[in-house]
């Protein structure tokens, strides 16, 4: 089995076992991670998403579609409770991967923001987030932000 399979696999066995250092593990030290709301920039940022995404109840499926020394492609099924609004998510992803010194450096997911806003938040709110970035944006920033105020491991 190819180094950087074992490494994906390791990353989501770890979000099921909600172990967010072995997710951390993953991640070269200059890693970046984006998505519809974050966009997050080294290890640290990183870790402390994943530290307060695994205080929640996620499941992932997800299936390899490719690996290689380079690049790395999952297609992905989240299901959990947005903290926020205590609404169920089931968020179909496609994440994509560059690989560094077998990590992560480049880690980008992929996924429809209407659906995902809609099911998170609803109504008005999930009608204007799921069409502009920076409402989903400037919530993710906050949220992590008070995660990160109340572990300074990560300041």
Same mark, same amino acid.
């Given at each position: 089995? $190819?180094?950087? %399979?074992?490494?994906?696999? +390791?990353?989501?066995?770890?979000? *099921?076992?909600?172990?967010?250092?072995?997710?951390?593990?993953?991640? &070269?030290?200059? #890693? %970046?991670?984006?998505?519809?709301?974050?966009?997050?920039?080294? /290890?640290?940022?990183?870790?402390?998403?994943? $530290?307060?995404?695994? +205080?929640?109840?996620?499941?992932?499926?997800?299936?390899?579609?490719? =690996?290689?020394?380079?690049?790395? +492609?999952? =297609?992905?099924?989240?299901?959990? %409770? @947005?903290?926020?609004?205590?609404?169920?998510?089931?968020?179909?992803?496609?994440? *994509? @991967?560059?690989?560094?010194?077998?990590?992560?450096?480049?880690?980008?997911?992929?996924?429809?923001?209407?659906?995902?806003?809609?099911? #998170?938040?609803?109504?008005?709110?999930?009608?204007? #987030?799921?069409?502009?970035?920076?409402?989903?944006?400037? /919530?993710?920033? /906050?949220?992590?932000?008070?995660?990160?105020?109340? &572990?300074?491991?990560? /300041?």
């Amino acid at each position: 089995m $190819h180094a950087t %399979t074992i490494l994906l696999n +390791q990353l989501f066995d770890a979000l *099921n076992q909600h172990d967010h250092r072995s997710m951390a593990d993953c991640y &070269h030290p200059e #890693a %970046t991670f984006t998505d519809i709301a974050f966009d997050l920039r080294g /290890k640290r940022q990183i870790h402390a998403m994943w $530290h307060m995404i695994c +205080q929640g109840d996620i499941r992932a499926k997800f299936e390899l579609l490719h =690996s290689d020394d380079q690049k790395g +492609q999952v =297609s992905l099924v989240d299901d959990y %409770t @947005f903290s926020s609004t205590g609404r169920k998510v089931h968020n179909v992803i496609d994440s *994509n @991967f560059s690989f560094r010194d077998g990590r992560i450096i480049e880690h980008r997911d992929f996924c429809d923001p209407h659906a995902w806003a809609e099911m #998170a938040l609803g109504g008005a709110s999930g009608f204007f #987030a799921g069409r502009l970035h920076f409402l989903r944006s400037y /919530k993710a920033r /906050k949220m992590l932000e008070v995660f990160i105020a109340q &572990h300074p491991e990560y /300041k």
